[in-house]
């Protein structure tokens, strides 16, 4: 039923929104619809059943899975929205029945960045009530942060608070298995399918530790691009052609400048996407993992025994398939029943959580292994104890225009003692010393980053914060507003340890500086002098130039920690919006979320 007309300026969803709630509207108050509108003698429509999908999404696999759920939803008949949360306002979510909620957990435990503004009303005070609200709330994350699925958690038990009722219990997932979220969806289906919210809410899902993805495959639009043939379950067997140290004598970091050679994959990506590589363990590792079960002595015929439902060795498993770095909850209660006296299974009181954490620290599956003596293993069973190996993403550091058929990486590898024994990053250290050049696949993918990208209009400035490996992506964006000719002015702040041994890409940044390319260029080097500066430091001592270039228009981006330097440079950021710019902390703070909303403040932060 079309009240709306095709050439009105509005996107599917909004018109059938639209369309549907002006066909409702009317029945109301003529108690039918008018004749152009509906055959005579017909039927009255029902009102219609609308469903609202918010999603928060930094690198697009909410997004992508928030598309996912609004197209079942209007096979099943209801009218959808799908909105950003951050476009939806405190009256629009007061006003709505059903609300779905897909959202990631970005940096330290917080939001992402097209969710953070929808975080900060719904904490207020002043949040309505939102008894007639009826929602769930799905949650992507990663274990190996501390706030797993932090943002997710946090907007469910508010949305509680404030009184809406609960479809079905939060799903919390990992990873890239889709099954958790299937079983979700239907849980979601079936709750809005009965009659009553009393009954509705009875209808729950237990968290799934495992794990969920999905990939984007369409625009904000509503074209969507051709699939692409590689990705996380098929990733395309790159060839590295080197591991450069970037890092000069004495310094005590090794980060590397990788690059891939994509061959006839005709993979493509945008400067701003980040590359998902699939790594492999140690080798090391596995012998000492081997050890550690008591398989050493049964040779090579225990390695080659199925452990996985696609005929997948022991060997193969543990090289390729599970995470050996960081022992699973499973594994760790399973080791603590079979050996209820030993160190681990006191660790594991429940009272004794912060002990556990804190022992973790460090510590991977050959340390579970040993902290529990006597706890056999078998072999049948560590499939459903080990945790999945899952790729690691990295902001690519290359633009395609300048580099066809190429992708860089910027990687910082993991080296340190621990508990008398040496650990060494699963990735990093994977490229820098076990991958050989031109020999060695490097299954690769790419996982697009719609929210971090250059802006459309290349006469707009950018102001570039990227410390350490943050470095990255901006030496993309650089060298694709260089191929297209960019005339917006740019400005980079790095920064690292030492000028003399840890100035990543100086080589290329000092000559774009130099002609004038690179308008600005501000260094930080921590230990140069006896006080420490940071790039938020000398993001403070130009203040006034800062906040006339965003008076200008300018685009501001951040990349690399998110537990402290992130943190700090947006704080840095207010204070030269209250300073320079003249504004209150509460207008600085009404600033701020203006240019995220705007896409003007972007951040890519791990």
């Known amino acids: 039923m079309n009240i709306v007309p095709e050439t009105a300026p509005f996107s599917r969803e909004q018109r059938a929104w639209l369309n549907g709630f002006l066909a409702a509207s009317l029945f109301d108050r003529l108690g039918a619809l008018p004749s152009k509108v509906a055959p ?19 690198s697009g696999s909410a997004s992508g899975l928030a598309r996912k759920l609004a197209k079942s939803a209007e096979s099943k008949g209801f009218v959808v929205t799908v909105r950003e949360l951050n476009q939806i306002t405190q009256e629009e979510l007061a006003a709505q029945e059903r609300l779905l909620v897909v959202t990631s957990t970005w940096g330290d435990g917080e939001p992402p960045d097209n969710a953070s503004a929808f975080w900060s009303r719904l904490s207020e005070e002043s949040a309505p009530r939102l008894e007639s609200l009826r929602y769930s709330v799905l949650g992507l994350g990663d274990r190996n942060y501390a706030d797993f699925c932090g943002a997710a958690r946090r907007i469910d038990e508010r949305l509680a608070a404030l009184g809406a009722g609960c479809l079905v219990a939060r799903a919390e997932c990992d990873g890239g298995d889709q099954t958790p979220f299937a079983a979700w969806a239907d849980a979601v289906w079936l709750s809005l399918a009965t009659k009553s919210a009393a009954s509705a809410t009875e209808v729950s899902v237990i968290p799934v530790p495992g794990p969920v993805t999905a990939w984007v495959t369409a625009q904000e639009s509503e074209v969507a691009p051709p699939a692409c043939l590689w990705t996380r379950r098929n990733p395309y067997p790159a060839r590295l052609r080197m591991a450069r140290r970037l890092n000069g004598a004495g310094s005590a970091k090794d980060t590397r400048h990788i690059e891939l050679v994509l061959g006839d994959s005709s993979l493509a990506y945008e400067v ?61 209660k399973r080791l603590a029943e079979r050996a209820p006296g030993s160190l681990l299974a006191g660790l594991l009181e429940s009272s004794r959580r912060s002990d556990l954490e804190s022992w973790l620290m460090g510590r991977d599956v050959v340390d579970a292994l040993k902290a529990a ?28 225009k300048a580099y066809p058929g190429e992708v860089h990486l910027t990687v910082g590898t993991v080296r340190y003692e621990a508990h008398g024994r040496s650990r060494h990053g699963v ?34 400035p950018i102001i570039m914060v990227g410390p350490g490996t943050g470095i990255a992506p901006f030496r993309a964006f650089l060298q694709e507003r260089r191929a297209i000719g960019a005339p917006g002015k740019n400005w980079l702040f790095f920064g690292d ?76 950021l207010r204070t030269v919006i209250q300073t320079a710019g003249g504004r209150s902390e ?7 979320e203006t240019l995220q909303s705007e896409g003007r403040y972007q951040k890519d932060v791990y």
């Open 427 to 460: 990735a990093s250290c994977w490229l820098a010393d076990r991958v050989v050049p031109g020999e060695t696949p490097v299954p690769v993918f790419v996982q697009v980053s719609r929210h971090f990208r250059p802006p459309t209009d290349s006469s707009r």
């Open 272 to 332: 701003g996407d980040a590359l998902g590589v699939q790594p492999s363990n140690d080798p090391a590792l596995v012998a000492e993992v081997v050890d550690a079960l008591g398989l050493g002595s049964m040779g090579s015929e225990s390695l080659g025994t199925p452990v996985l439902e696609d005929s997948v060795s022991l060997q193969e498993a543990l090289m390729t398939r599970w995470i050996l770095t960081q022992p699973s909850p499973a594994l760790l």
């Open 40 to 58: 005579s003698g017909s039927q009255p429509p029902a009102p219609p059943r609308c469903l609202w999908v918010g999603y928060g999404s930094q």
């Open 586 to 592: 509460d207008q600085a703070l009404e600033y701020l």
């Open 373 to 400: 003596p006597g706890a056999r293993i078998e072999v049948a069973e560590l499939g459903s104890l080990m945790r999945p190996l899952s790729p690691r993403l990295y902001s690519i550091a290359s633009s395609l």
């Open 497 to 572: 340890q030492r000028h003399s041994s840890d100035y990543l890409y100086a080589s290329e940044l000092d000559p774009l500086h130099r002609d004038g390319f690179l308008t600005r260029l501000d260094l930080a080097f921590s230990r140069d002098q006896e006080s420490k500066v940071y790039v938020q430091d000398r993001m403070r001592e130009q203040s006034q130039a800062l906040w006339q270039w965003l008076e200008e228009g300018a685009h501001f981006y951040v990349c690399g920690d998110a537990r402290r330097m992130a943190k700090d440079v947006e704080e840095a």
